[in-house]
C-alpha cells in the first residue's frame, strides 16, 4: 500500500480538477453593451448641451468666433426692425423661410384644412428645430445646434408680423392682395379660436420669445467657444 493516500489535485488523464466536482459553477449574468445610461443628475442632462467634441486648432475657433460676432449683429438689426408694418419681411431671411412656409401647408395637408392652414408657421418653425436636433444629437455639434436655434428665433420674428397684422391687415400676400381678401392664415386660425382682439398682443409676445430664443443662442454660442478657448490655450501650450 502506498504511504501518500492524499488525492490529486487532478485526473492524470482527464485533467479533471478533482476538488471543483460537484460544485455549482456561477456564472455572470450578462448586461447589454448598448444599454442606455439615462443621467442621474442636471449636469448629466446638461452634458450635450456644453461637451465640446476637439481636437481644435486656432483657424477653426477664430472661425467659429467670427460667425458668432456675424450673428449677434444681424441679431440687432432683425430686432430693431419695425415688425408690426411687415419691415421684416423685407430682409434677406424671410425668403429662405417663406419657403418652409409654404413647404408646411403641403405636409400637413393631411390632418384637414385647419392643420393646413397652421402648416405654414409649423413648417418654417420645426425646419430650425430638426436642424438643431440633428447638430447636437446625430453630429454632436453643439455650437452648430445653437446657430440652429438662432434660426428658430429668426423664424418667430418672421411669424410675429403675420399674427399682428391679422387684426388690421395691411400685409401685402402672396396673392397680391391684403388678408381682408382672404387667404390669411392667422386670421382664419385666430378667427377659429376667438381669439382674433388678440392678434396685437399675441404678434407682440411672438416678437418678444422670438428676440428672447436669439438672445439665448447667442449666450449658448458664446459659453461654448469659452470652453474651445480654453481648449485652444492647452493644446498651445503642450505644443510648446
Not at 490529486?8 to 455549482?24: D, E, F, H, S, Y
Not at 481644435?56 to 432683425?78: E, G, P
Not at 430638426?130 to 428665433?153: E, H, T, Y
Request: glycine content about 10%; some cysteine; hydrophobic content about 50%.
Amino acid at each position: 500500500m502506498p504511504q501518500d493516500q492524499t488525492l490529486p489535485a487532478g485526473c492524470p488523464r482527464c485533467g479533471v480538477i478533482l476538488a471543483k466536482v460537484g460544485q455549482t459553477v456561477r456564472r455572470p449574468v450578462p448586461r447589454p453593451r448598448d444599454a442606455p445610461a439615462w443621467p442621474d443628475t442636471a449636469a448629466d442632462w446638461m452634458e450635450p448641451l456644453t461637451q465640446m467634441p476637439g481636437p481644435f486648432d486656432a483657424m477653426h475657433f477664430w472661425s467659429r468666433v467670427a460667425l458668432l460676432a456675424a450673428l449677434a449683429l444681424w441679431s440687432w438689426v432683425l430686432i430693431t426692425l419695425d415688425w408690426r408694418t411687415g419691415e421684416f419681411m423685407d430682409s434677406f431671411l424671410h425668403r429662405p423661410l417663406l419657403v418652409f412656409h409654404e413647404a408646411g401647408h403641403v405636409i400637413f395637408m393631411a390632418f384637414g384644412e385647419w392643420f393646413t392652414v397652421l402648416g405654414g408657421t409649423l413648417g418654417q418653425l420645426l425646419m430650425p428645430l430638426i436642424m438643431a436636433g440633428a447638430l447636437l444629437f446625430k453630429n454632436r455639434d453643439p455650437f452648430g445646434a445653437s446657430v440652429g436655434l438662432w434660426f428658430l428665433g429668426v423664424s418667430l420674428l418672421d411669424v410675429a408680423p403675420y399674427i399682428y397684422d391679422a387684426l388690421v391687415p395691411q400685409l401685402m400676400l402672396l396673392s397680391g392682395r391684403t388678408g381682408e381678401a382672404g387667404g390669411h392664415d392667422w386670421i382664419y386660425l385666430l378667427s377659429s379660436l376667438g381669439l382674433l382682439a388678440k392678434a396685437h398682443l399675441l404678434g407682440n409676445l411672438t416678437h418678444k420669445l422670438g428676440a428672447l430664443v436669439m438672445l439665448l443662442a447667442l449666450g449658448w454660442g458664446a459659453r461654448l467657444l469659452a470652453k474651445q478657448h480654453a481648449r485652444v490655450q492647452d493644446r498651445a501650450l503642450q505644443q510648446d
